[in-house]
């Protein structure tokens, strides 16, 4: 069903409206649900070391997220929950059928775990659990793990998560982190964090992986993200110009890669593709434009603005419902506006290039 969010908003598409409470508090990571219908963000509170997850969903308005006092019934019912936490992050969509979510959570331990929608825990085990990647057909739920003592890539079956997660990657070397999923849901890509650097590396057999490196240039290459046809992985990279990073893809089939545009602000979930694959929406890191929404093809033509008045602006992502697409973005406030002292969640209508 169409979000009331959206459709209250099909009027006023030629300007972001902000979405998410005026609190003392910076918004970051907005993240759509596959069909629009829920929105989620967190919210950083520097000032308290706390960072919260909430959802907005229509009829309900805005809710926070937090692990439950008591497991919830079904198939995983016994695992351990906590009733607070001081971090609770990182949220990932499963697919429309299945309507729910998994994120990271830690009390004042920072022990960090996986919870499902409901506050049942994943996999609990020593050490930081976070970054959970639901994979687009339902079946897996991928994520980092120090249960090992340093980074690793786990994967879990969502038709049994009441058993121990599988093991994909055992480099000594590396902390591997950022995963994400192709668009088919037999490729993972992640990052490898490593003394030279961060690199793609990308498993295309889960059954017995072996990664691959992708582009491994030096200095850091991170946030992988596949374009929604499967056929290229874009990421961003400051191998050229330490101070900067820039926006790249490779063709998948053939390991040519290209850069789109230069010095662009890092986005949390990686970069964002249009949905029809033939090109970005992308932060400028400008200080002088006020960190400006940009949007660019794959025809080599020069970026565009997105109109959405707002200033300071990080975090983004879209969504297609009904033919539409919608844009969310985390901003420190409005051009025209006085008050830019943390930033919120906006949400505009992005209509197609004139």
Not at 11 to 40: F, K, T
Request: glycine share 8%; net charge negative.
């Amino acid at each position: 069903m169409l979000s009331l969010l959206l459709c209250a908003l099909s009027a006023a598409y030629a300007q972001a409206v902000a979405v998410s409470p005026e609190v003392s508090a910076h918004a970051q990571s907005p993240r759509w649900s596959p069909d629009g219908s829920r929105l989620s963000w967190e919210l950083n509170d520097h000032s308290q070391r706390a960072v919260s997850l909430f959802l907005y969903a229509p009829g309900v308005g805005v809710t926070q997220v937090n692990p439950a006092a008591k497991p919830s019934a079904g198939l995983t019912t016994g695992f351990g929950t906590v009733t607070k936490s001081a971090v609770v992050h990182e949220l990932s969509w499963s697919p429309k059928a299945l309507n729910t979510y998994v994120y990271s959570a830690a009390g004042d331990d920072r022990e960090y775990d996986l919870y499902l929608q409901g506050g049942t825990r994943l996999a609990p085990a020593p050490g930081v659990d976070g970054g959970p990647a639901w994979s687009p057909d339902g079946q897996y739920i991928a994520f980092s793990s120090a249960r090992t003592g340093q980074g690793d890539l786990y994967l879990l079956r969502a038709e049994a998560l009441d058993r121990p997660p599988t093991r994909l990657t055992s480099d000594a070397t590396t902390s591997e982190l950022h995963p994400a999923w192709s668009p088919q849901s037999n490729t993972l890509a992640y990052v490898g964090r490593g003394a030279e650097g961060d690199t793609v590396f990308v498993i295309s057999n889960l059954s017995a992986p072996n990664p691959v490196a992708i582009a491994p240039w030096g200095h850091t290459q991170t946030r992988p993200r596949f374009s929604p046809d499967g056929t290229k992985l874009a990421f961003y990279s400051n191998h050229e110009d330490k101070s900067r990073f820039d926006l790249y893809f490779v063709e998948l089939t053939t390991g040519r890669s290209q850069k789109v545009v230069s010095g662009v602000v890092i986005n949390d979930e990686g970069p964002v593709w249009l949905p029809d694959s033939d090109g970005f929406v992308f932060v400028l890191d400008d200080d002088a434009r006020f960190d400006p929404l940009m949007r660019v093809a794959l025809d080599g033509k020069l970026p565009k603005p997105i109109p959405t008045r707002t200033v300071g602006n990080t975090d983004h992502d879209l969504v297609r419902v009904n033919g539409k697409t919608w844009l969310a973005v985390a901003a420190q406030g409005e051009l025209k506006g006085d008050d830019r002292d943390f930033r919120r969640v906006y949400v505009m209508e992005l209509t197609p290039t004139p």
